[in-house]
C-alpha cells in the first residue's frame, strides 16, 4: 500500500476536482472547492518546509566537505535563515522585513536580470547565424521588430511600426496560442496518465 495510497489518493482527488469544475453541483461543489483549496494551501506550506529542508541539506553538505565554491553555500545559508528570523520576529509587512525585501531582495533580483541581458545578447547573436532559410527569417524579423520599437525606426522607414505592431498582434499571437494550446494539451496528458497510474515517477517507482 506504500505506493497504491499515494495513487489512489491522486485518482480520488482529481476525479472530484474535475467533477466540481465542469459539473454544476450547487452548494455542495461550492463547498467542495472551498476546501480543496484549503488543503491546497496546507500542502504549499509542507512543500515550502521542504524546500527549505532540501536547500539546507544541500548546501549543508557542500560546507562540511569544502566542495568547489562552498563559500557561497555559507552565504546562502545565513541569508537563509537570516530573512526567515527577520519574518518571524518582526512580521512579513514589519518595517524590518520590508526594508530588506525591498532594499536588498529587489536589488539583488534587479542585477540578475541585468546580468541575463548579456546571455540573452549571446544567445540572440549566436541564433541569427544566417545558417539557413529559418535563421534568415528569424533575423529579418528581429530586425524589423526592432526597428518597429525604436524611436528612429519611423524616420528611417516610416509606416514601420504599423508593421511591427502587425506582427506582435497576428502572427506572434497566433504562435503562441499554439505554443499554449500544445503545453495544454501536453499538461492534460500527462494528467490523465497520473489518474490512471501509468506515470509513477512521482512515487519514486
Known amino acids: 500500500m506504500k505506493k497504491q495510497l499515494p495513487l489512489i489518493v491522486v485518482a480520488v482527488t ?3 476536482v474535475m467533477a466540481v469544475k465542469f459539473i454544476d453541483l450547487g452548494d455542495f461543489g461550492a463547498a467542495t472547492i472551498k476546501e ?3 488543503w491546497s494551501q496546507v500542502t504549499y506550506e509542507f512543500a515550502f518546509l521542504l524546500g527549505a529542508i532540501n536547500l539546507t541539506r544541500l548546501h549543508y553538505g557542500n560546507v562540511s566537505k569544502k566542495r568547489p ?3 557561497y553555500s555559507v552565504i546562502a545559508l545565513i541569508a537563509m535563515v ?3 528570523i527577520i519574518t518571524l520576529v518582526n512580521g ?5 522585513t520590508v526594508f530588506v525585501v525591498e532594499n536588498i531582495a529587489n536589488r539583488i533580483d534587479s542585477a540578475v536580470y541585468a546580468l541575463l541581458g548579456f546571455y540573452v545578447c549571446s544567445a540572440a547573436y549566436r541564433s541569427f547565424k544566417l545558417k539557413n532559410v529559418e535563421a534568415t527569417l528569424l533575423l529579418g524579423a ?5 526597428l518597429a520599437q525604436a524611436p ?3 524616420a528611417i522607414f516610416p509606416g514601420i511600426s504599423k508593421v511591427g505592431e502587425w506582427i506582435l498582434s497576428v502572427p506572434n499571437s497566433a504562435g503562441m496560442r499554439g505554443i499554449r494550446l500544445g503545453a495544454g494539451i501536453g499538461a492534460y496528458a ?3 496518465r497520473v489518474i490512471l497510474g501509468l506515470e509513477r515517477s512521482w512515487t519514486g517507482s
Do not use: N, P
Open 14 to 16: 482529481a476525479i472530484i
Open 36 to 38: 480543496l483549496d484549503t
Open 69 to 71: 565554491k562552498w563559500v
Open 82 to 84: 537570516a530573512a526567515a
Open 92 to 96: 512579513v509587512k514589519g518595517d524590518v
Open 142 to 146: 528581429a530586425v524589423l521588430l526592432m
Open 152 to 154: 528612429i525606426g519611423d
Open 190 to 192: 500527462a494528467s490523465i
